[in-house]
């Protein structure tokens, strides 16, 4: 696989990127020692993983630091302006012909033996699939931060992430109680902050997912919002643009202003909190040479296989279920998209996936798995 911009050094740009994640994530959790042990060994992980991709690049072969997996595309809430239940990802029912946990657990060895670092649990709702994150719990080599509305988290999921602590619970919230709420549903917020309190309780380190939208922009990077994460023991705060799929929704999405504001914050929460790391997506693509999806440092599997280049681009022409995860990296579409500069170009939103789908629709025309 070549990259587009022969100067850029994509695979040392994420390893440089995962490794300073690592390291504020040790420092972040100095206090607690089983947590800041296990953070050390992961650290080691990681850089024998980088040591694998690095060898498979200079063989020609680009393998991505992350793997999003949605392993269920079934949800019990219903939140203003979900992408997945527009895109119609997400659904009520019991999902049908989605992967099994044997398939599951295949892909997550696959995963390891490449050298991906994280892989990015989601779904609909990933908690629905016990069997699959206790799977996952014995993969030691591997982080998965779990994105969670938070609403299944029991007794049992406690003591499970007390086991595997490469298990990190991420709750999606959206500030205050009041907004949260209003997009979740009501009794979510209280839920969460339930969930947090127990999860310090028992010396367990949780994140938290963001939504960030023109209206609550300002609120998620406050000091009111950031104590109430941080006094709950959050470490790790991950803030997502929001991408809209609807035109009535397109209000939402931030613009050059917010995105510069969110970044001033991010670059000051850093500076001014480093006891939680802090993440943004997609963040600055100008810095890593253009969008990472598609492989260039991140795809998407859906529930039912289907490899995508990105949850918010549900397009797919290859199954995971009949090909391998370097056979998807080399598909049809996920080519195209890195060889034909569509990742680099300039767009207004969030997504330049989303906001260019039609050309991606162009690209797929016969061959949607």
Same mark, same amino acid.
């Given at each position: 696989?070549?990259?587009?911009?022969?100067?850029?050094?994509?695979?040392?740009?994420?390893?440089?990127?995962?490794?300073?994640?690592?390291?504020?994530?040790?420092?972040?959790?100095?206090?607690?020692?089983?947590?800041?042990?296990?953070?050390?060994?992961?650290?080691?992980?990681?850089?024998?993983?980088?040591?694998?991709?690095?060898?498979?690049?200079?063989?020609?072969?680009?393998?991505?630091?992350?793997?999003?997996?949605?392993?269920?595309?079934?949800?019990?809430?219903?939140?203003?302006?979900?992408?997945?239940?527009?895109?119609?990802? =997400? %659904?009520?029912? &019991?999902? *049908?012909?989605?992967? !099994?946990? +044997?398939?599951?657990?295949?892909?997550?060895? /696959?995963?390891?033996?490449?050298?991906?670092?994280?892989?990015?649990?989601?779904?609909?709702?990933?908690?629905?699939?016990?069997?699959?994150?206790?799977?996952?719990?014995?993969?030691?080599?591997?982080?998965?931060?779990?994105?969670?509305?938070?609403?299944?988290?029991?007794?049992?999921?406690?003591?499970?992430?007390?086991?595997?602590?490469?298990?990190?619970?991420?709750?999606?919230?959206?500030?205050?109680?009041?907004?949260?709420?209003?997009?979740?549903?009501?009794?979510?917020?209280?839920?969460?902050?339930?969930?947090?309190?127990?999860?310090?309780?028992?010396?367990?380190?949780?994140?938290?997912?963001? =939504? %960030?939208?023109? &209206?609550? *922009?300002?609120?998620? !990077?406050? +000091?009111?919002?950031?104590?109430?994460?941080? /006094?709950?023991?959050?470490?790790?705060?991950?803030?997502?643009?929001?991408?809209?799929?609807?035109?009535?929704?397109?209000?939402?999405?931030?613009?050059?202003?917010?995105?510069?504001?969110?970044?001033?914050?991010?670059?000051?929460?850093?500076?001014?909190?480093?006891?939680?790391?802090?993440?943004?997506?997609?963040?600055?693509?100008?810095?890593?040479?253009?969008?990472?999806?598609?492989?260039?440092?991140?795809?998407?599997?859906?529930?039912?296989?289907?490899?995508?280049?990105?949850?918010?681009?549900?397009?797919?022409?290859?199954?995971?279920?009949?090909?391998?995860?370097?056979?998807?990296?080399?598909?049809?579409?996920?080519?195209?998209?890195?060889?034909?500069?569509?990742?680099?170009?300039?767009?207004?939103?969030?997504?330049?996936?989303?906001?260019?789908?039609?050309?991606?629709?162009?690209?797929?025309?016969?061959?949607?798995?």
């Amino acid at each position: 696989m070549s990259n587009i911009n022969n100067n850029f050094d994509l695979q040392e740009y994420l390893t440089q990127g995962v490794e300073g994640v690592i390291a504020e994530a040790v420092r972040a959790t100095l206090k607690n020692p089983r947590e800041s042990a296990f953070m050390l060994k992961f650290a080691s992980a990681a850089k024998a993983a980088s040591k694998k991709r690095r060898k498979l690049e200079d063989a020609g072969e680009h393998v991505p630091t992350f793997l999003i997996a949605s392993i269920t595309s079934k949800c019990n809430l219903h939140c203003a302006g979900c992408y997945s239940r527009c895109n119609h990802a =997400t %659904v009520d029912a &019991e999902p *049908v012909s989605q992967l !099994t946990d +044997e398939e599951w657990l295949r892909i997550f060895n /696959e995963a390891e033996e490449l050298g991906v670092s994280f892989i990015l649990l989601a779904g609909g709702e990933p908690l629905l699939r016990r069997d699959i994150i206790e799977a996952a719990g014995k993969q030691p080599n591997i982080m998965f931060p779990i994105f969670t509305n938070g609403t299944f988290m029991d007794e049992r999921y406690f003591e499970l992430f007390g086991r595997c602590r490469n298990l990190l619970p991420v709750m999606s919230i959206e500030g205050g109680c009041e907004i949260t709420d209003s997009r979740r549903g009501k009794g979510v917020y209280d839920r969460l902050i339930q969930n947090m309190e127990e999860l310090k309780r028992r010396g367990l380190i949780f994140g938290a997912s963001v =939504t %960030v939208t023109t &209206e609550n *922009v300002r609120e998620v !990077t406050n +000091e009111k919002f950031m104590n109430s994460l941080s /006094e709950r023991g959050c470490k790790v705060v991950i803030f997502v643009e929001f991408v809209p799929v609807t035109e009535e929704s397109r209000e939402l999405a931030p613009g050059d202003s917010e995105r510069e504001y969110l970044a001033g914050e991010i670059d000051r929460l850093r500076r001014e909190r480093p006891e939680m790391v802090y993440i943004s997506f997609p963040g600055d693509e100008k810095s890593s040479g253009g969008c990472v999806a598609a492989g260039r440092g991140f795809f998407h599997i859906n529930s039912h296989g289907g490899a995508e280049p990105c949850p918010f681009s549900p397009y797919s022409d290859i199954n995971v279920r009949n090909a391998s995860l370097c056979e998807a990296l080399h598909s049809p579409l996920f080519t195209a998209l890195r060889d034909g500069g569509i990742l680099m170009d300039e767009h207004e939103g969030g997504c330049v996936l989303y906001e260019k789908r039609e050309l991606v629709e162009s690209i797929l025309a016969g061959k949607a798995v």
